[in-house]
């Protein structure tokens, strides 16, 4: 049975960091599939921070840029979102997500923001100002 486990959540100042882990039992990260940090705040729609794999690399969403850094593991099977000069927009629910597929187009290999198989149960990010 797959489990994700996350951790590394809780309630920091502006400007604060946390780094939230994501560790797997039951599953093994594989290079043909992608791996990814989800969010969702109270009232909006899901939405993925970042993603990793070792073909495609690492993505974010535009807002988190230069600020969080997605990091993988393998030895640990553990999956990391280093998160710095957190500001109040970042307070969510943060859900790690894998078995995603890995998808190739225009030459580059892409990791899409849909369609991951397993998750976690997430870990609370609140940020205050």
């Known amino acids: 049975q797959v489990q994700l486990e996350e951790s590394g959540g809780g309630a920091v100042q502006a400007g604060g960091s946390l780094r939230l882990s994501c560790r797997a039992s039951g599953y093994t990260y594989g290079t043909n599939r992608c791996m990814a940090w989800f969010r969702q705040a109270p009232g909006k729609e899901r939405e993925a921070v970042a993603t990793?794999?070792?073909?495609?690399?690492?993505n974010y969403t535009d807002s988190v840029k230069g600020r969080f850094t997605v990091s993988l593991d393998n030895r640990k099977n553990t999956l990391y979102l280093q998160m710095n000069s957190l500001e109040p927009e970042d307070t969510a629910m943060y859900y790690c997500a894998a078995d995603g597929p890995l998808r190739f187009r225009g030459g580059d290999y892409f990791c899409p923001n849909t369609d991951y198989g397993n998750w976690g149960r997430g870990t609370q990010v609140s940020v205050s100002s």
């Open positions: 990793i794999n070792r073909l495609a690399g690492t």
